[in-house]
């Protein structure tokens, strides 16, 4: 498995959120929780949610800037 230090980790998840449509704030916010989460081991709950926050946000079940 590769190693992704977790500022680079966060910057990327930040990017993706950011080109989806969320503010820097939110960004901000929803990358670090994410990134935290898995450095807590918590990784159902960590990055790899952003694909279904994705398609979320596509088929208008999440709402961004909320």
Known sequence: MPAILPD???????AILAAS????R???IVSDHL????????DSHGVGMIPLYIDDRQAGLLKTNG
């Open 8 to 14: 680079r980790l966060k910057a990327f998840a930040g």
């Open 21 to 24: 449509g969320s503010n820097a």
């Open 26 to 28: 939110e960004t901000q």
């Open 35 to 42: 990134v935290q989460a898995n450095l807590k081991g918590h």
